[in-house]
């Protein structure tokens, strides 16, 4: 049993030291312009998608939708995530290509078949080790409920005045 023991604690201090070795010589990828890992891109989707399930608001939801909700969102979408997803108009900003995980642009890959109760948890609480921010604190519960809407409409169901925000250029 102590053998046992002694070859498990040996084994963990090998690969801790392996670990250690590859981070202190830079052998682990450090750069933007590399894809990522495979191994890294399913422990990051693993993590996400598990920790989304616990703490994803459930209906019914405290703001509701309407067209003037979604109207808000697509007015605070233009102001705050559209340099990095885009609009209906355009090509992805220099920002958007040269993330090392790219922002999905959402005139391609929407996401208006999520739950709302997970894109709102995105925004609230962005996406660790991505360029996804956290706007708890800089938006309201409120606001980030009006850009959830907004994204869960885009891009046939927005009334005339959302639809017209959507396709106006990434501002600057
Ligand atoms: C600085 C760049 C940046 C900004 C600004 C930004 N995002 Fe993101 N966002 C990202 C990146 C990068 C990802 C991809 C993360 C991943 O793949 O895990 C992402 C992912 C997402 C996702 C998940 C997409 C999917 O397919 O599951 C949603 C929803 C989202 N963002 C919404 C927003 C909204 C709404 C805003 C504005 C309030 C915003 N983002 C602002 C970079 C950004």
């Known amino acids: 049993m102590m053998r046992f023991i002694s070859g498990v604690i040996t084994t963990l201090v090998v690969f801790a030291a392996l670990a250690f070795v590859a981070v202190w010589f830079g052998l682990v990828p450090a750069t933007a312009d590399v894809p990522p890992p495979a191994l890294e891109k399913w422990a990051a989707h693993q993590s996400l998608d598990a920790t989304i399930s616990r703490e994803a608001p459930q209906p019914p939801y405290p703001v509701t939708s309407s067209d003037a909700a979604i109207v808000a ?99 600057g």
């Open 73 to 171: 969102g697509a007015k605070l979408y233009l102001q705050n995530c559209a340099a990095c997803h885009g609009t209906a108009v355009g090509d992805p900003t220099n920002m958007a290509k040269g993330f090392y995980i790219r922002p999905p642009q959402f005139v391609k890959h929407g996401v208006d078949d999520d739950p709302e109760g997970e894109t709102y948890w995105k925004i609230e609480h962005g996406i660790r080790f991505t360029a996804m921010p956290a706007y708890k604190g800089n938006l309201t519960e409120e606001q980030i409920w009006q850009i959830t809407y907004f994204m869960k409409n885009l891009p046939d169901h927005l009334p005339p005045d959302a639809q017209a925000e959507w396709h106006k250029p990434v501002p």
